[in-house]
């Protein structure tokens, strides 16, 4: 299983990014996936799930980011709008498939004040 994630990098205060990660060797369509985030100093946290009923977004995030998958490519994206200082972590790929769970190697976003 593969979990390539990229997108990060160093944005303004209120600007926007989008974090790509492309999966295989895991049955796409029927996966939860997911973003984490980890803060230096900070446990990771869960961003935002997706499976194919709908997805989940941590409180700190909703309404400034965006889950969405494209089954067909085998992609999911984080649409991240409004960033703000706080969102600086490393941000982490997740997948879930038939009970296992894989991580995607990280990619950094910072977000300048």
């Known amino acids: 299983v593969q979990l390539q994630a990229s997108g990060g990098g160093l944005v303004q205060a209120g600007g926007s990014l989008r974090l790509s990660c492309a999966a295989s060797?895991?049955?796409?369509?029927?996966?939860?996936m997911a973003w984490y985030r980890q803060a230096p100093g900070k446990q990771r946290e869960l961003v935002a799930a997706i499976t194919g009923g709908g997805s989940t977004y941590a409180d700190s995030v909703k309404a400034r980011f965006t889950i969405f998958r494209d089954n067909a490519k085998n992609m999911v994206y984080l649409r991240m709008n409004s960033l703000k200082p706080e969102d600086t972590a490393v941000y982490y790929c997740?997948?879930?498939?038939?009970?296992?769970?894989?991580w995607g190697q990280g990619t950094q976003v910072t977000v300048s004040s």
């Open positions: 060797g895991i049955i796409f369509s029927v996966s939860t």
């Open positions: 997740n997948a879930g498939s038939y009970g296992l769970r894989y």
